[in-house]
């Protein structure tokens, strides 16, 4: 079966790092992306990854390892509209997107 | 571009009712899709349609249908709702199957009791 794991939730502190893995077993693989979601609102993207390696923009950063099934999302220099959902999905064989549940990160001042 | 509407945003349906669910983008997106979205759990796929006049099922179609008679607008229907269709629709678009993004709208928050 096709499944992206990622933690339920997360807290951190303001101006600080924080960083949220991905794992995924998914049928063929066609990129990964990161939406971020506030509560009560639709996901908007964030990041896209198919090759191996960083990206980087801004205070946002998206890795991916395909060898490993993991990627991960970097947030720098946190700030409290940062609180939100983080959600992984795949694109998998069929060019459909497979989402994770998403990881609700917490910011504490 | 006002984007993806949806409506309505809210939605209380007793069971066995029937109700359709709008979408309308007018971003000229070939693609559309709808998702539901339940607690504590991703996003799942219900239909999609790669443009006016082709629709295929999702990962999760039973109990929903769909029709794409032009570009912009996508709706979903809901034939004899059910307790386990409580949930958060949300539509979505993308100029292809290859983009990068996809464009929600707002989403429509539907409770059958």
């Given at each position: 079966g096709q499944n992206i794991d990622q933690p339920t939730e997360m807290t951190a502190t303001e101006g600080a790092i924080v960083q949220i893995n991905c794992t995924?077993?998914?049928?063929?693989?066609?990129?990964?992306?990161?939406?971020?979601?506030?509560?009560?609102?639709?996901?908007?993207?964030?990041?896209?990854?198919?090759?191996?390696?960083?990206?980087?923009?801004?205070?946002?950063?998206s890795f991916l390892s395909r060898s490993k099934g993991?990627?991960?999302?970097?947030?720098?220099?946190?700030?409290?509209?940062?609180?939100?959902s983080y959600l992984c999905a795949v694109r998998d064989s069929n060019y459909q997107l497979i989402w994770g549940a998403g990881t609700k990160l917490i910011i504490k001042p | 571009n006002a984007g993806v509407t949806q409506t309505p945003k809210f939605r209380i349906l007793k069971i066995g009712q029937s109700m359709t669910l709008q979408c309308t983008q007018d971003m000229n997106h070939n693609y559309m899709y709808w998702y539901r979205q339940d607690p504590g759990m991703g996003l799942?796929?219900?239909?999609?349609?790669?443009?006016?006049?082709?629709?295929?099922?999702g990962e999760v179609p039973n109990g929903y249908n769909v029709s794409?008679?032009?570009?912009?607008?996508?709706?979903?229907?809901?034939?004899?709702?059910?307790?386990?269709?409580?949930?958060?629709?949300?539509c979505a678009s993308s100029y292809s199957e290859e983009s990068y993004e996809q464009y929600f709208g707002p989403g429509t928050r539907l409770t059958v009791t």
């Amino acid at each position: 079966g096709q499944n992206i794991d990622q933690p339920t939730e997360m807290t951190a502190t303001e101006g600080a790092i924080v960083q949220i893995n991905c794992t995924y077993q998914t049928s063929g693989f066609n990129g990964l992306f990161w939406y971020q979601q506030h509560a009560g609102e639709a996901p908007t993207f964030l990041s896209y990854n198919v090759l191996d390696g960083l990206e980087e923009k801004g205070r946002f950063s998206s890795f991916l390892s395909r060898s490993k099934g993991y990627s991960y999302l970097l947030l720098k220099e946190l700030q409290m509209k940062d609180s939100a959902s983080y959600l992984c999905a795949v694109r998998d064989s069929n060019y459909q997107l497979i989402w994770g549940a998403g990881t609700k990160l917490i910011i504490k001042p | 571009n006002a984007g993806v509407t949806q409506t309505p945003k809210f939605r209380i349906l007793k069971i066995g009712q029937s109700m359709t669910l709008q979408c309308t983008q007018d971003m000229n997106h070939n693609y559309m899709y709808w998702y539901r979205q339940d607690p504590g759990m991703g996003l799942k796929l219900i239909y999609y349609s790669v443009g006016a006049g082709i629709t295929d099922k999702g990962e999760v179609p039973n109990g929903y249908n769909v029709s794409r008679s032009t570009t912009e607008d996508f709706p979903l229907r809901l034939e004899l709702a059910a307790p386990s269709q409580t949930s958060v629709y949300f539509c979505a678009s993308s100029y292809s199957e290859e983009s990068y993004e996809q464009y929600f709208g707002p989403g429509t928050r539907l409770t059958v009791t």
